[in-house]
């Protein structure tokens, strides 16, 4: 079965708790007034990505002997930690990437939390990091956007949620870190394309790889991130935007960019996507996208892709249009497609355009929510 729930997906799915659930977990341990009114108001005026945050963070500490504790919201600021702390060097991270909206009557969501929470706890395993209680995953985004709801900005603006855990042991050996710290930060942001769809160039790498077989690309790592930035430098230095990396085995098979899953739609009006072969991360939009053509009748095909047979497919016409998904950006246009043995345009077109836009209505609230997908904060 090629559309069969994946596990991420069923576990998320059977999670039902609410934020009242949830609320009230973390201590607030704030000592500073946070902005005033008219300081947020200009921030809100001119929101760029991830550069402002806003005044509180949740966080909480695992020992090794006694699990989670210490959970507490803090004034956002610098966080004290040994250059010993092990994720300096040897890099266990994890993170997490989702939004909170303000709908027209006022009242905050977000979208499928419980879809973070499981792949948090599935990278944490790849990564040998504890667990993290989905309660506890949960209740501190209520409680920071709660704290500091003033900074959900109106729609197309979203409230950037950062969850994020590291290894902060101060030792040198190597082995699993015997404390970890959870934080969530959060950075008010505007739509990704503020003036209508932008296509992306991208550069298909046949140097570089992302991740390979039994190696931690479906893990939301930080290394993963580190291994792809030279590629994206030099690709950049070529003129191209993005990063689409290929299977590590073959060097074959379409796998996704830096940090966003692909779609390839064909003018026949099948739809397809990379399957998940262990080295791609599982995407909560591509999940999402996935049940909302199911919906329209359409079964994404889950399946190996070969580059060789994608370009021949866009120079023939048979591929109309391509596009990347993730929640910054939610649905990204694909314009352009090259590497050194090609250099291929593709159209922009409706498809692309109609999932964005059944999506962010969801996320909305102006379209019905008949999967559950939309979590109420306050
Ligand atoms: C986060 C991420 C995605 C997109 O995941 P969403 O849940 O849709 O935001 C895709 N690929 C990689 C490598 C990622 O880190």
Same mark, same amino acid.
Not at 243 to 264: I, K
């Given at each position: 079965?090629?559309?069969?729930?994946?596990?991420?997906?069923?576990?998320?799915?059977?999670?039902?708790?609410?934020?009242?659930?949830?609320?009230?977990?973390?201590?607030?341990?704030?000592?500073?007034?946070?902005?005033?009114?008219?300081?947020?108001?200009?921030?809100?005026?001119?929101?760029?990505?991830?550069?402002?945050?806003?005044?509180?963070?949740?966080?909480?500490?695992?020992?090794?002997?006694?699990?989670?504790?210490?959970?507490?919201?803090?004034?956002?600021?610098?966080?004290?930690?040994?250059?010993?702390?092990?994720?300096?060097?040897?890099?266990?991270?994890?993170?997490?990437?989702?939004?909170?909206?303000?709908?027209?009557?006022?009242?905050?969501?977000?979208?499928?939390?419980?879809?973070?929470?499981?792949?948090?706890?599935?990278?944490?395993?790849?990564?040998?990091?504890?667990?993290?209680?989905?309660?506890?995953?949960?209740?501190?985004?209520?409680?920071?956007?709660?704290?500091?709801?003033?900074?959900?900005?109106?729609?197309?603006?979203?409230?950037?949620?950062?969850?994020?855990?590291?290894?902060?042991?101060?030792?040198?050996?190597?082995?699993?870190?015997?404390?970890?710290?959870?934080?969530?930060?959060?950075?008010?942001?505007?739509?990704?394309?503020?003036?209508?769809?932008?296509?992306?160039?991208?550069?298909?790498?046949?140097?570089?790889?992302?991740?390979?077989?039994?190696?931690?690309?479906?893990?939301?790592?930080?290394?993963?991130?580190?291994?792809?930035?030279?590629?994206?430098?030099?690709?950049?230095?070529?003129?191209?935007?993005?990063?689409?990396?290929?299977?590590?085995?073959?060097?074959?098979?379409?796998?996704?960019?830096?940090?966003?899953?692909?779609? %390839? /739609?064909?003018?026949? =009006? $099948?739809? *397809?996507?990379?399957?998940?072969?262990? !080295?791609?991360?599982? +995407?909560?939009?591509?999940?999402?996208?996935?049940?909302?053509?199911?919906?329209?009748?359409?079964?994404?095909?889950?399946?190996?892709?070969?580059?060789?047979?994608?370009?021949?497919?866009?120079?023939?016409?048979?591929?109309?249009?391509?596009?990347?998904?993730?929640?910054?950006? %939610? /649905?990204?246009?694909? =314009? $352009?497609? *090259?590497?050194?043995?090609?250099?291929? !345009?593709?159209?922009? +077109?409706?498809?692309?355009?109609?999932?964005?836009?059944?999506?962010?209505?969801?996320?909305?609230?102006?379209?019905?929510?008949?999967?559950?997908?939309?979590?109420?904060?306050?």
């Amino acid at each position: 079965m090629a559309n069969e729930a994946s596990a991420i997906e069923t576990a998320a799915a059977a999670l039902t708790l609410r934020a009242d659930d949830v609320a009230g977990r973390f201590e607030v341990a704030s000592t500073k007034p946070g902005r005033n009114e008219a300081d947020i108001a200009q921030i809100l005026a001119d929101l760029k990505f991830g550069t402002v945050f806003t005044d509180h963070m949740v966080h909480m500490t695992w020992r090794l002997q006694d699990g989670w504790g210490e959970c507490r919201l803090e004034d956002y600021g610098d966080l004290s930690l040994s250059p010993a702390a092990s994720v300096l060097h040897y890099g266990q991270e994890i993170f997490e990437g989702l939004k909170a909206y303000r709908h027209a009557d006022g009242s905050l969501w977000t979208f499928r939390p419980g879809f973070n929470a499981v792949r948090m706890n599935a990278s944490a395993r790849r990564m040998a990091m504890p667990q993290l209680e989905v309660e506890d995953f949960l209740g501190s985004i209520v409680d920071l956007v709660r704290a500091d709801a003033a900074y959900v900005p109106e729609l197309p603006g979203a409230l950037y949620l950062r969850p994020f855990m590291f290894a902060s042991e101060a030792f040198l050996g190597v082995r699993p870190s015997h404390r970890f710290e959870y934080l969530l930060i959060a950075s008010p942001v505007g739509a990704y394309f503020a003036n209508g769809f932008t296509p992306v160039s991208i550069w298909v790498s046949r140097t570089y790889h992302r991740a390979g077989p039994g190696g931690t690309g479906a893990a939301k790592t930080a290394g993963n991130y580190a291994s792809s930035l030279l590629p994206q430098q030099e690709a950049a230095a070529k003129g191209f935007e993005q990063v689409c990396f290929l299977d590590a085995r073959d060097e074959v098979n379409l796998e996704e960019l830096g940090g966003m899953n692909v779609f %390839v /739609v064909y003018s026949d =009006g $099948r739809v *397809a996507t990379p399957r998940l072969t262990g !080295s791609i991360l599982e +995407g909560g939009t591509r999940s999402a996208i996935i049940q909302l053509l199911a919906d329209g009748g359409i079964a994404v095909e889950q399946t190996a892709i070969p580059l060789s047979e994608l370009i021949a497919d866009i120079e023939s016409g048979a591929v109309s249009e391509v596009f990347a998904c993730g929640t910054a950006a %939610v /649905v990204t246009p694909i =314009g $352009r497609l *090259a590497s050194d043995d090609f250099d291929v !345009s593709v159209p922009f +077109g409706e498809m692309t355009a109609s999932i964005h836009e059944r999506l962010t209505a969801i996320q909305a609230g102006d379209a019905e929510d008949t999967h559950g997908w939309m979590f109420r904060i306050s």
